[in-house]
């Protein structure tokens, strides 16, 4: 995997540099006189990336090599850290206006050695007395015992160890809590300290230089890149059949032989039938079994098989097509192999297998074949392709449906298992004693035919219930490296994957097995990551992200599951196991109480706690507990953690046992915290310190936590979750320091994002659900939602406090190209309402015309904007909402021909409701508490064969439409 390791090392240091990639973090370390400190440390970042390019061109070694790059990977991780650590205080100094060292430092040679001391005592001074973790390790001896007392300066680097490498004082904030986890919140008063942050950049770029040498040293002795080893470990498959018995599969082995020889395909042309599933579902297996059955053999008079493998060579193809048919008379008179083959397959009922396709690179090349081989006169010649990869079978298949395999029923795994097992389906009686513990086995390998011969061979080598238990336990089919195993054929599907998508499956094992997840769920964890880079200014982490779900999805590694309507993604646990095996140098998943067992990586950079089997636990058990933690702080270096996650609740108890263990977590860049029933600070008692959180979630059903009011500090985060925050909510007054937010999801109200002050300095959010007009004095006017140009969704509440067009044209709605949801609200329950007023403000409100889901409520004045009416301006609309508005103009919607669902509610001078012809696309339409409305209105080129109003039996105004509701219309 030193492919992986080599991609690994080439991303970190794309992260890396990312701070100094535009010039304003360089710049503003120019006014700290720091500058050459930032330029050098980007050169030696430069270097490094050019080595890694030219390392990518080389054939390299095994997996000393691999570690190398985990070296080099972790000195580039320091620069990470540290540049994003001066990139938090260039956001801090322009936020707070904080430009003295710029000044300091014009002031002279003199001034500059008094401020440099300064820097240096704050260094050894100030960064001791301000360690906020209460249980921090004190010095130990007297004070008069020279002899005890480390060096100074040794103290001062370990205590800014602990710090992050960043100096802080703290003071007391507020209280959060009940009684049984009192905590007091610090946030922290941030200093600069130059000399620390210079003698740090020298050591990284001491590190970096000494790395990238010996790599260049290595690289010297490496011959250019060949054959990608991949491609050598795909293994040939023939058409004779390798599992003499199939299980689970007959019935849909004699399915596919009914429809070749008698059924559905006899009569037709050339018919392409794939095959899909993930790897090890016996793909190959169920077709070596229709391949050799006499019934096929008696039907075709030309059986042919082409093990394809990774990639779909034309030329290939057509040659093995031409070994495998007999010769014809004059055949030298074909010019090319295409032509040869049309001659000889000419007058043939064929039936051509194409195993284990994994890539089709050349869609021409596919086409060709097909038209090569649908020359035969004969009816019913059969194609069959395996692949593991949906895409593919969508591409080559000429069936409205594939086959597709998944895990065998469980009555014919076992069978399958036991006859691997014992030889036989049946276990002896002597053997009784393995079955409750086999079963547990097989429950762990989802019915998969390849993982059955896999962990089958392993147990059959001893039937002891030490050695079952022990297979059982430590999963020792992952650890299986014959080609024809398990995880090396998961392997390969890995492999196969480009190097961003390999990324966000491997982290996806942060997640317990079987775990159902939402697409933001997935996404927030691979944008706190920053695995998800934007191409283009188009493109936001959201696009990006679902392109990746849906790639993995394609490719078998997570499939849908449709639950109340939303989608969610589930991966099959043998993947989840691959995921754990291809991310262990970086990830570990720890379920508790099993921590002894791990094995634990001085690597592991991304953790998460899966609490749920925690249980009720005794001061004994909790002693063990504790016990094996400490002894894995020893391999675990949690200062180097960027990702946290927790799942299960977080108690009192469970606050206690790791509070001094992630004393020294200051990396953290993505923290989940969803089950909260104590506050963060009780377990994390840095957490107002964690400057580079990018991802934040935070979940309690306890109403009296309280939110952090330090979260208006994480300057570089991204997401912040709430969606399962029931604690009390008062949000910072500064939340909108938070310049780099993208999503702020929230419960299901939504009210957190009326709270925002100021909100107009989130240039890059992409949701603003609430926005309540004036709702103080200041911070609250349209005029904030000018600069949110990069808004998905929107809703503006109060608008009858807009009392001037100009004052609504602030919002700038038409210049929000990308908002695609939009909701106007007018206070039902008002005091007055001013007609004229209010048509003017709703139409100085005119959205985007890419504007898909339009929601009006409550507006009064007397008809529709003409943006809805006669100039219409949103042809991009699907869904249009309008409760309780006085309208006696509505909108004209024959325009609008992408209209899926129409809502009308409460509209007491709607009489009439005309039928479009564009809403052939229409699926909903409710129409509820309309007290005037009478009759249907149709186009007037349908008017003359109505007779009436009703429509003719053979017309269908509506042929897309799944629900009509019409309730409270008494007229109707």
Same mark, same amino acid.
């Given at each position: 995997?030193?492919?992986?390791?080599?991609?690994?090392?080439?991303?970190?240091?794309?992260?890396?540099?990312?701070?100094?990639?535009?010039?304003?973090?360089?710049?503003?370390?120019?006014?700290?006189?720091?500058?050459?400190?930032?330029?050098?440390?980007?050169?030696?970042?430069?270097?490094?990336?050019?080595?890694?390019?030219?390392?990518?061109?080389?054939?390299?070694?095994? %997996?000393?090599?691999?570690?190398?790059?985990?070296?080099?990977?972790?000195?580039?991780?320091?620069?990470?850290?540290?540049?994003?650590?001066?990139?938090?205080?260039?956001?801090?100094? =322009?936020?707070?206006?904080?430009?003295?060292?710029?000044?300091?430092?014009?002031?002279?040679?003199?001034?500059?050695? *008094?401020?440099?001391?300064?820097?240096?005592?704050?260094?050894?001074?100030?960064?001791?007395?301000?360690?906020?973790?209460?249980?921090?390790?004190?010095?130990?001896?007297?004070?008069?015992?020279?002899?005890?007392?480390?060096?100074?300066?040794?103290?001062?680097?370990?205590?800014?160890?602990?710090?992050?490498? #960043?100096?802080?004082?703290?003071? %007391?904030?507020?209280?959060?809590?009940?009684?049984?986890?009192?905590?007091?919140?610090?946030?922290?008063?941030?200093?600069?300290?130059?000399?620390?942050?210079?003698?740090?950049?020298?050591?990284?770029?001491?590190?970096?230089?000494?790395?990238?040498?010996?790599?260049?040293?290595?690289?010297?002795?490496?011959?250019?890149?060949?054959?990608?080893?991949?491609?050598?470990?795909? &293994?040939?498959?023939?058409?004779?059949?390798?599992?003499?018995?199939?299980?689970?599969?007959?019935?849909?082995?004699?399915?596919?032989?009914?429809?070749?020889?008698?059924?559905?395909?006899?009569?037709?042309?050339?018919?392409?039938?794939?095959?899909?599933?993930?790897?090890?579902?016996?793909?190959?297996?169920?077709?070596?079994?229709?391949?050799?059955?006499?019934?096929?053999?008696?039907?075709?008079?030309?059986?042919?098989?082409?093990?394809?493998?990774?990639?779909?060579?034309?030329?290939?193809?057509?040659?093995?097509?031409?070994?495998?048919?007999?010769?014809?008379?004059?055949?030298?008179?074909?010019?090319?192999?295409?032509?040869?083959?049309?001659?000889?397959?000419?007058?043939?009922?064929?039936?051509?297998?194409?195993?284990?396709?994994?890539?089709?690179?050349?869609?021409?090349?596919?086409?060709?074949?097909?038209?090569?081989?649908?020359?035969?006169?004969?009816?019913?010649?059969?194609? +069959?392709?395996?692949?593991?990869?949906? *895409?593919?079978?969508?591409?080559?298949?000429?069936?409205?449906?594939?086959?597709?395999?998944?895990?065998?029923?469980?009555?014919?795994?076992?069978?399958?298992?036991?006859?691997?097992?014992?030889?036989?389906?049946?276990?002896?009686?002597?053997?009784?004693?393995?079955?409750?513990?086999?079963?547990?086995?097989?429950?762990?390998?989802?019915?998969?035919?390849?993982?059955?011969?896999?962990?089958?061979?392993?147990?059959?080598?001893?039937?002891? +219930?030490?050695?079952?238990?022990?297979?059982?336990?430590?999963?020792?089919?992952?650890?299986?490296?014959?080609?024809?195993?398990?995880?090396?054929?998961?392997?390969?599907?890995?492999?196969?994957?480009?190097?961003?998508?390999?990324?966000?499956?491997? #982290?996806?094992?942060?997640?317990?097995?079987?775990?159902?997840?939402?697409?933001?769920?997935?996404?927030?964890?691979?944008?706190?990551?920053?695995?998800?880079?934007?191409?283009?200014?188009?493109?936001?982490?959201?696009?990006?992200?679902?392109?990746?779900?849906?790639?993995?999805?394609?490719?078998?590694?997570?499939?849908?599951?449709?639950?109340?309507?939303?989608?969610?993604?589930?991966?099959?646990?043998?993947?989840?196991?691959?995921?754990?095996?291809?991310?262990?140098?970086?990830?570990?998943?720890?379920?508790?109480?099993?921590?002894?067992?791990?094995?634990?990586?001085?690597?592991?950079?991304?953790?998460?706690?899966?609490?749920?089997?925690?249980?009720?636990?005794?001061?004994?058990?909790?002693?063990?507990?504790?016990?094996?933690?400490?002894?894995?702080?020893?391999?675990?270096?949690?200062?180097?953690?960027?990702?946290?996650?927790?799942?299960?609740?977080?108690?009192?108890?469970?606050?206690?046992?790791?509070?001094?263990?992630?004393?020294?977590?200051?990396?953290?860049?993505?923290? #989940?915290?969803?089950?909260?029933?104590?506050?963060?600070?009780?377990?994390?008692?840095?957490?107002?310190?964690?400057?580079?959180?990018?991802?934040?979630?935070?979940?309690?059903?306890?109403?009296?936590?309280?939110?952090?009011?330090?979260?208006?500090?994480?300057?570089?985060?991204?997401?912040?979750?709430?969606?399962?925050?029931?604690?009390?909510? =008062?949000?910072?007054?500064?939340?909108?320091?938070?310049?780099?937010?993208?999503?702020?999801?929230? %419960?299901?109200?939504?009210?957190?994002?009326?709270?925002?002050?100021?909100?107009?300095?989130?240039?890059?959010?992409?949701?603003?659900?609430?926005?309540?007009?004036?709702?103080?004095?200041?911070?609250?006017?349209?005029?904030?939602?000018?600069?949110?140009?990069?808004?998905?969704?929107?809703?503006?509440?109060?608008?009858?406090?807009?009392?001037?067009?100009?004052?609504? *044209?602030?919002?700038?709605?038409?210049?929000?190209?990308?908002?695609?949801?939009?909701?106007?609200?007018?206070?039902?329950?008002?005091?007055?309402?001013?007609?004229?007023?209010?048509?003017?403000? +709703?139409?100085?409100?005119?959205?985007?015309?890419?504007?898909?889901?339009?929601?009006?409520?409550?507006?009064?004045?007397?008809?529709?904007?003409?943006?809805?009416?006669?100039?219409?301006?949103?042809?991009?609309?699907?869904?249009?909402?309008?409760?309780?508005?006085?309208?006696?103009?509505?909108?004209?919607?024959?325009?609008?021909?992408?209209?899926?669902?129409?809502?009308?509610?409460?509209?007491?001078?709607?009489?009439?409701?005309?039928?479009?012809?564009?809403?052939?696309?229409?699926?909903?339409?409710?129409?509820?508490?309309?007290?005037?409305?009478?009759?249907?209105?149709? &186009?007037?080129?349908?008017?003359?064969?109505?007779?009436?109003?009703?429509?003719?039996?053979?017309?269908?105004?509506?042929?897309?439409?799944?629900?009509?509701?019409?309730?409270?219309?008494?007229?109707?």
């Amino acid at each position: 995997m030193v492919n992986v390791a080599l991609g690994a090392v080439q991303w970190a240091v794309a992260k890396a540099l990312a701070p100094v990639a535009d010039g304003v973090l360089g710049a503003w370390a120019a006014s700290r006189n720091f500058g050459p400190n930032i330029e050098a440390l980007r050169m030696e970042l430069l270097l490094v990336q050019a080595t890694l390019e030219n390392a990518a061109r080389k054939e390299l070694g095994g %997996p000393a090599m691999g570690m190398l790059f985990q070296k080099l990977r972790d000195s580039v991780h320091s620069a990470e850290d540290l540049l994003d650590e001066l990139d938090y205080f260039r956001i801090y100094d =322009d936020l707070h206006g904080r430009y003295d060292a710029a000044d300091e430092h014009g002031k002279g040679c003199v001034h500059d050695l *008094a401020l440099n001391a300064r820097h240096t005592a704050k260094a050894v001074g100030k960064s001791v007395k301000c360690c906020p973790w209460p249980r921090a390790k004190r010095q130990q001896g007297s004070r008069g015992d020279s002899s005890s007392a480390p060096d100074a300066n040794q103290e001062v680097r370990g205590c800014m160890s602990k710090l992050g490498k #960043y100096c802080f004082s703290s003071y %007391p904030h507020t209280n959060l809590g009940g009684d049984d986890c009192d905590y007091t919140q610090e946030t922290p008063k941030l200093e600069f300290n130059r000399v620390d942050f210079s003698q740090r950049t020298k050591d990284i770029v001491e590190k970096l230089q000494l790395m990238r040498n010996e790599v260049t040293k290595i690289l010297q002795g490496c011959g250019p890149i060949t054959v990608p080893n991949i491609a050598q470990s795909r &293994p040939i498959t023939k058409g004779r059949i390798d599992e003499p018995k199939l299980y689970g599969r007959d019935s849909v082995m004699n399915s596919i032989i009914h429809d070749i020889t008698n059924g559905q395909y006899c009569d037709k042309g050339l018919t392409v039938l794939p095959v899909v599933g993930p790897g090890g579902m016996g793909k190959t297996t169920l077709v070596q079994h229709i391949y050799r059955n006499q019934q096929v053999e008696n039907h075709f008079s030309v059986m042919i098989w082409v093990c394809v493998s990774l990639n779909f060579n034309l030329d290939k193809v057509l040659e093995q097509i031409k070994r495998c048919t007999l010769a014809i008379q004059r055949e030298h008179e074909c010019s090319t192999t295409e032509e040869l083959i049309e001659q000889r397959l000419k007058s043939k009922r064929f039936l051509l297998v194409l195993d284990d396709i994994w890539r089709i690179s050349n869609g021409d090349d596919w086409e060709k074949l097909l038209s090569t081989l649908d020359q035969s006169q004969e009816k019913g010649c059969i194609v +069959l392709v395996t692949t593991r990869f949906q *895409a593919i079978a969508h591409k080559v298949k000429t069936t409205v449906n594939s086959i597709e395999l998944d895990g065998l029923e469980s009555t014919d795994f076992r069978k399958l298992f036991l006859a691997f097992v014992f030889g036989d389906e049946q276990c002896g009686r002597d053997k009784h004693f393995l079955l409750e513990t086999g079963d547990k086995i097989m429950e762990k390998l989802k019915g998969s035919p390849l993982a059955a011969k896999t962990v089958g061979r392993l147990l059959s080598k001893d039937h002891s +219930l030490r050695h079952w238990k022990s297979v059982l336990k430590s999963k020792e089919w992952e650890k299986q490296i014959d080609d024809n195993e398990i995880m090396p054929a998961l392997k390969l599907s890995y492999a196969f994957l480009p190097f961003h998508l390999q990324q966000c499956f491997s #982290y996806s094992a942060l997640f317990p097995e079987d775990y159902h997840l939402e697409s933001h769920e997935l996404i927030s964890l691979w944008t706190g990551l920053d695995i998800l880079v934007p191409s283009g200014q188009n493109q936001t982490f959201e696009d990006i992200g679902m392109s990746n779900l849906n790639e993995l999805v394609i490719h078998g590694f997570f499939r849908e599951e449709e639950t109340d309507g939303n989608l969610l993604y589930v991966m099959h646990d043998l993947l989840h196991d691959l995921a754990l095996t291809v991310a262990s140098p970086d990830c570990l998943s720890l379920r508790l109480p099993n921590v002894g067992s791990l094995e634990i990586q001085p690597s592991t950079r991304h953790l998460s706690i899966i609490t749920e089997d925690l249980g009720e636990y005794s001061v004994a058990s909790g002693g063990k507990l504790k016990s094996e933690l400490e002894e894995m702080k020893t391999t675990l270096k949690v200062e180097y953690l960027q990702t946290l996650m927790f799942f299960g609740k977080m108690d009192a108890r469970f606050a206690n046992l790791f509070g001094d263990f992630f004393g020294e977590a200051n990396a953290l860049r993505v923290l #989940y915290l969803p089950g909260m029933m104590c506050p963060v600070e009780s377990m994390l008692h840095n957490f107002s310190g964690l400057l580079h959180l990018r991802c934040l979630y935070l979940g309690t059903e306890e109403s009296q936590l309280h939110l952090p009011l330090s979260i208006s500090k994480f300057y570089h985060l991204r997401i912040l979750n709430l969606e399962s925050w029931d604690g009390s909510c =008062d949000l910072p007054e500064d939340m909108s320091n938070l310049a780099k937010l993208y999503h702020f999801y929230t %419960p299901g109200d939504d009210e957190y994002h009326s709270d925002i002050h100021n909100v107009g300095k989130l240039k890059l959010l992409e949701e603003l659900k609430i926005f309540r007009v004036n709702k103080k004095s200041e911070g609250f006017e349209p005029k904030q939602l000018e600069p949110l140009t990069k808004l998905r969704e929107l809703g503006i509440y109060n608008l009858e406090k807009i009392n001037t067009k100009e004052e609504a *044209a602030e919002a700038k709605l038409i210049e929000k190209d990308y908002l695609r949801r939009l909701t106007l609200d007018w206070d039902s329950e008002r005091s007055s309402v001013e007609p004229v007023v209010e048509a003017v403000v +709703l139409e100085s409100l005119q959205p985007h015309g890419d504007l898909q889901v339009l929601c009006i409520r409550g507006h009064g004045g007397p008809s529709c904007p003409t943006w809805l009416g006669d100039e219409f301006a949103v042809e991009a609309l699907q869904s249009l909402y309008l409760y309780g508005v006085s309208w006696e103009v509505f909108p004209s919607l024959g325009k609008a021909w992408d209209l899926r669902e129409v809502r009308l509610e409460h509209i007491v001078r709607l009489e009439e409701f005309t039928i479009e012809k564009s809403f052939c696309m229409l699926i909903k339409l409710k129409l509820i508490g309309l007290g005037s409305f009478e009759k249907w209105v149709y &186009p007037a080129e349908q008017e003359p064969y109505l007779g009436g109003d009703l429509l003719p039996p053979d017309s269908h105004m509506f042929p897309l439409l799944q629900v009509l509701i019409i309730r409270d219309c008494r007229n109707s």
